[in-house]
Antibody, heavy 119, light 108 residues
């Protein structure tokens, strides 16, 4: 049974870079036709797709965040990561990592981690 | 403001049938399939419907989805108290995904 777990600092200062890691257990991130993604949700608001990395290593990003986002994978650790630069209070949210099989939707999710941007 | 438009709230009594709409455009719903997610309070979203009308294993057949043109709908029949949650639609738009703003379903 594949499980995803987010980790990283819960507090980031404005203008700094937010860095999160998703550790995958029960399956390899480098096998199968899966998209490994980051999705966030500000408190009391809806979901926002940040971006994804395919098993081949190719990436896609939300155009509204593209200039600040990098998603990468470390297959030796079976992890993928998110870096979001120049953060502001508007980036405060619960960040989820998730897995999708092709375009059939995100069927596996991490529990989410709250990141607060504040000085 | 979300790319896909959902009503902010919906409600029904136990046993009733409720529907939640999701409106998009030709670049997202009009060109791609729609997925629906259920989010219970304090938990991660759960995939409820994929490819417009397919249910993942374990999702009751009380939940059904449909799509027509640039709109989609989620229907819940035989409403139960445990269905009280937030519901989100999602679709691809070019190479990225867009979500609806979510609909809070209240079971009266």
């Amino acid at each position: 049974q594949v499980q995803l777990q987010e980790s990283g600092p819960g507090l980031v200062k404005p203008s700094q870079t937010l860095s999160l890691t998703c550790t995958v257990s029960g399956g390899s991130i480098s096998s199968g036709s899966y998209y490994w993604s980051w999705i966030r949700q500000p408190a009391g608001k809806g979901l926002e797709w940040i971006g994804r990395i395919y098993t081949s290593g190719s990436t896609n990003y939300n155009p509204s965040l593209k200039s600040r986002v990098t998603i990468s994978a470390d297959t030796s650790k079976n992890q993928f990561s998110l870096k979001l630069s120049s953060v502001t209070a508007a980036d405060t949210a619960v960040y989820y990592c998730a897995r999708a099989l092709g375009y059939t939707g995100y069927e596996k999710w991490g529990q989410g981690t709250l990141v607060t941007v504040s000085s | 403001q979300s790319v896909l438009t959902q009503p902010p709230s919906a409600s029904g009594t136990p046993g009733q049938r409720v529907t939640i709409s999701c409106s998009g455009s030709s670049s997202n719903i009009g060109s791609n399939t729609v997925n629906w997610y259920q989010q219970l309070p304090g938990t991660a979203p759960k995939l409820l419907i994929y490819s417009n009308n397919q249910r993942p294993s374990g999702v009751p057949d009380r939940f059904s989805g449909s799509k027509s043109g640039t709109s989609a709908s989620l229907a819940i029949s035989g409403l139960q108290s445990e269905d009280e949650a937030d519901y989100y639609c999602a679709a691809r738009d070019d190479s990225y995904w867009v979500f609806g703003g979510g609909t809070k379903l209240t079971v009266l």
